[in-house]
């Protein structure tokens, strides 16, 4: 499959890039800081790009398992609607430049992220470097996640001032880098695989709603995935993991967070988009409205999603694409309502535009031979981190530090 997939895809933006004062806007006008991203965007694009929904290299995965996530996004979304309004809420509030997609051969997460209508800018691996991430962002890389000393530099200075990171697969590598003592690959590669898997804490709200059916979830394995080797144990939570995992392949990890300063990282062995299924026996074969059925969903809403191909697709499969649709979701609505207390400690502004010093002593323009001084533009947000009298120490969104007159802020 790796092999198929390999032609890749070259997607540099998916839907609307949401600009200052662009007919396409929606909703409240963007931050400075969010208009200061978008701007650095089209500055990094190559001219000839254009806009793409995201299947420029065709489809991807079998059939089977097309529909099966296909139907898996209307049941979460169905199902968020009825019993998680305000998550559902929070998932639909995201802007463009809130979900930043890292384009890879192996998978799509932003397959998984335009079903379930979430607003997403897709770039290339070589482009993370050239952008200002926001600590307000998540950051998915898809598989392999191959970046460059200066992309993995960016992802680890983007996730220590409060982003989210989330990996699958073989982009474990580009994590073990960024985050070196916390995770490394381990054991043997998978095969074509899946695996009944036990979800460790059904209140976490990255897992919240992630089990359905009485049968335990199943998580498909991509050929030559990368089991999960845990580094440090008292930092490193597993989320989810696999007996038959383990016994196969030596390490029993799926899903696996740790924090690193302000932001967190999640890793999972596979992909976002799962490309095929395994249905076992029982329930795993009856159709897709057992698996609805078990998800809560009504007479009417079942009826519905009949209609839309319900009951070609397994149970089985729509467990398994369903697992891990919710966890992205649920990792997104938590970015979300994180954010809230974020911003909440980047309480000043920036009175106008002014260059961060060095040093609480240092003032004005670099000397010869010093680093260009960093500047925040009128009304960034920023966060206090020390004061000297008159001088404090400040952090903006993008991450940068130094020091400025009290008097400049408000």
């Known amino acids: 499959m790796r092999s198929v997939a390999q032609r890749g895809i070259f997607v540099l933006l998916t839907g609307c890039l949401v600009l200052p004062n662009s007919a396409h806007a929606r909703g409240p006008q963007p931050s400075p800081e969010q208009q200061a991203f978008s701007k650095a965007l089209q500055r990094a694009l190559p001219a000839a790009a254009k806009p793409s929904d995201g299947t420029a290299s065709g489809k991807l995965g079998d059939g089977r398992?097309?529909?099966?996530?296909?139907?898996?996004?209307?049941?979460?979304?169905?199902?968020?609607?009825?019993?998680?309004?305000?998550?559902?809420?929070?998932?639909?509030?995201?802007?463009?430049?809130?979900?930043?997609?890292?384009?890879?051969?192996?998978?799509?997460?932003?397959?998984?992220?335009?079903?379930?209508?979430?607003?997403?800018?897709?770039?290339?691996?070589?482009?993370?470097?050239?952008?200002?991430?926001?600590?307000?962002?998540?950051?998915?890389?898809?598989?392999?996640?191959?970046?460059?000393?200066a992309g993995i530099a960016a992802v680890r200075r983007f996730v220590k001032t409060g982003g989210y990171l989330v990996t699958t697969d073989w982009a474990l590598t580009t994590v073990a880098r960024a985050f070196p003592g916390f995770?490394?690959?381990?054991?043997?590669?998978?095969?074509?695989?899946?695996?009944?898997?036990?979800?460790?804490?059904?209140?976490?709200?990255?897992?919240?709603?992630?089990?359905?059916?009485?049968?335990?979830?199943?998580?498909?394995?991509?050929?030559?995935?990368?089991?999960?080797?845990?580094?440090?144990?008292?930092?490193?939570?597993?989320?989810?993991?696999?007996?038959?995992?383990?016994?196969?392949?030596?390490?029993?990890?799926?899903?696996?967070?740790?924090?690193?300063?302000?932001?967190?990282?999640?890793?999972?062995?596979?992909?976002?988009?799962?490309?095929?299924?395994?249905?076992?026996?029982?329930?795993?074969?009856?159709?897709?409205?057992?698996?609805?059925?078990?998800?809560?969903l009504k007479a009417d809403q079942i009826k519905?999603?009949?209609?839309?191909?319900?009951?070609?697709?397994?149970?089985?499969?729509?467990?398994?694409?369903?697992?891990?649709?919710?966890?992205?979701?649920?990792?997104?609505?938590?970015?979300?309502?994180?954010?809230?207390?974020?911003?909440?400690?980047y309480g000043k502004r920036a009175r106008r535009s002014v260059r961060l010093d060095s040093s609480a002593s240092v003032k004005g323009q670099p000397g010869k031979g010093q680093p260009a001084s960093k500047k925040v533009d009128k009304d960034y947000r920023l966060r206090v981190l020390k004061q000297q009298g008159k001088r404090v120490q400040v952090r903006d969104l993008f991450g940068n530090e130094g020091w400025v007159d009290k008097d400049e802020l408000y």
Not at 126 to 145: D, E, F, W, Y
Not at 214 to 232: C, F, T
Not at 304 to 325: F, H, I, P, T, W
């Open 304 to 345: 519905a999603l009949k209609g839309k191909g319900l009951d070609s697709v397994r149970s089985g499969d729509l467990n398994s694409a369903y697992s891990m649709q919710q966890v992205t979701a649920n990792v997104l609505v938590t970015k979300q309502a994180d954010n809230r207390e974020l911003l909440k400690r």
């Open 65 to 149: 398992m097309r529909r099966a996530n296909r139907v898996a996004a209307e049941i979460l979304e169905q199902r968020m609607a009825q019993t998680r309004t305000s998550d559902l809420k929070l998932l639909r509030q995201a802007g463009v430049a809130d979900v930043i997609v890292v384009r890879g051969s192996y998978d799509r997460v932003q397959d998984v992220l335009r079903a379930l209508k979430v607003k997403h800018v897709v770039v290339p691996p070589h482009l993370v470097a050239r952008l200002p991430l926001m600590s307000t962002q998540t950051l998915m890389i898809n598989c392999p996640g191959h970046l460059n000393q």
């Open 183 to 296: 995770i490394t690959r381990g054991g043997r590669n998978t095969g074509n695989d899946v695996v009944k898997v036990h979800i460790h804490d059904l209140d976490d709200p990255w897992l919240k709603q992630i089990k359905t059916m009485k049968q335990k979830p199943r998580w498909w394995l991509e050929s030559s995935s990368y089991p999960i080797r845990i580094l440090d144990k008292q930092k490193v939570r597993v989320l989810i993991s696999s007996d038959e995992m383990r016994k196969r392949y030596g390490y029993g990890p799926i899903a696996v967070s740790f924090r690193h300063d302000d932001g967190k990282v999640l890793h999972m062995t596979s992909h976002f988009y799962l490309q095929q299924g395994k249905t076992g026996t029982g329930k795993e074969k009856a159709k897709g409205s057992y698996f609805a059925r078990s998800a809560g």
